[in-house]
């Protein structure tokens, strides 16, 4: 489906970061206690995720086998669709180095500034795979990332999701 009726008129496009509600800043300790970010749409919108791009800033020394600047995660980021009531992982393993990130998205950068921090992007593009991820808010269909290690070691993190609403 293209982001535009067959009459050429516009849809509505959005960017906007997935939350725990209140945070946007994936840079939690979910380390006792999981901590999810979602994006889903309301329940009388159905949105088209086309992409999501996540964004972690660290010191310097990012590696293939580190996360940010720092050693593996323990127990790593899950990536999860829930369509129709059903929440499966999106990924067959969880996120747990930069080398995860690289083999599983389609655009990773590093940027580095000088003395200032480092920052990593990478572009996850849903229609690469072959169509967008469609949210149905009447069915609470939402992509969610949870957090289960302590990331407070990263100055931020956080994804924002691309698409439309229908």
């Known amino acids: 489906m293209l982001p535009y009726d067959p009459d050429g008129v516009q849809k509505n496009i959005f960017a906007i970061r997935l939350t725990n509600g209140s945070n946007d800043n994936m840079a939690v300790d979910g380390s006792d206690t999981s901590v999810e970010f979602e994006i889903a749409p309301p329940s009388d919108e ?3 995720v086309a992409s999501w791009t996540l964004y972690i ?6 590696n293939i086998t580190s996360y940010g600047a720092n050693g593996a995660l323990t127990n790593g980021m899950l990536i999860q669709g829930t369509f129709g009531g059903v929440t499966s992982n999106m990924l067959s393993y969880p996120i747990k180095t930069n080398g995860n990130i ?3 998205t389609n655009d990773v950068k590093l940027f580095t500034f000088g003395n200032d921090n480092d920052v990593l992007t990478a572009k996850w593009d849903f229609t690469s795979s072959g169509q967008f991820v469609r949210l149905d808010g009447s069915q609470g269909d939402k992509l969610t990332v949870v957090v289960r290690d302590d990331m407070t070691f990263l100055s931020k993190q956080h994804i924002l999701a691309n698409g439309y609403k229908e």
């Open 46 to 48: 159905i949105w088209r």
């Open 57 to 62: 800033e660290d010191q310097k020394g990012f």
């Open 102 to 104: 690289a083999a599983t």
